[in-house]
C-alpha cells in the first residue's frame, strides 16, 4: 500500500492536478486529503468535486469550516476573509454541506490525520516548533499522525524527548513516534512554490516527500481574473 497524503489544497486546481499526476507516476494506491480543500485561490468547486468523487478519507480544515458556514469573518484578516466570502459564493449548497460535515480528526489505516492538531483541533492551533508538538503528542495513541495548517513540511519525532528531522525522506523507527506535516499543495509557505505532499509506502515503513512544479501563471491569471485580491496571485511564485 503506497498512499499519497496532502493537504492545503486551497482551490489550486493545476496544483492538485500535477500532484495527482505525480502520485500516479509514483504507483500511488490510496489517497488521504488532510483539509483546507477551498479557500485563497480560484477553483473552489472544481478542486471540492474532484476530491469528492475521489471518495478518500478527508479532514476538515478551518478554511472548509469557514466557508461552510455563514458566520461574519471579521476575526480573520482582510485577504483570507474576502477570498471566503467569495469562496462562499461559489459553493452549492451540496458542497457547503459536504464541507460541513467532515470530521476534525480520523484514523486510516494505523495512523490519524487531523488538519491542526490533536491538541484542541477545534481551536486550530499551528504547530511551528517541537513544543507545539509537544502538545500534540500527549493526544496521539497512533504512531503516526499527519496534518498541515502551517504550509510548511515538517517532521517531528517522539523518543526520550521530542526533536525535529528534516522533511525529505523518513523511515519509521518502531520505538518513535512521528508528527508529518506534509505542506501544502495550493498554496506552499517555505520558500519552495512547488505544490508538495508526502507519500507513505506502508510496507517498508518509509516517508518520502514530494515537491511538483505546476502551472503558476495559469493560476495567478485565474485568481486575478476572478477579482480575488491580487497578493494571492502574487504570493505563489514566492513560496510564501
Ligand atoms: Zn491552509
Known sequence: MRTA???DI???LEALQAVLADAASQHVTDFVCLGDVVGY????VACLNLIRDMGCPTVKGNHDQDASENHPLDTMNQVAASALQWTREQLDDDQRLWLKRLRMVRQVSDYTVVHSTLDQPVNWNYVTNRFDAMSNFSYQFTQLCFHGHTHIPRVY???????????ESVTIEPDAKYFINVGSVGQPRDGDPRACYAIYDLPSKLIVFRRVEYDIPKTREKILAAGLPPMLAERLADGR
Open 5 to 7: 497524503i496532502f493537504g
Open 10 to 12: 486551497h482551490a489550486n
Open 41 to 44: 485561490n480560484a477553483d473552489p
Open 157 to 167: 519525532v517522539k523518543s526520550d524527548k521530542v526533536r525535529e528531522v528534516p522533511a
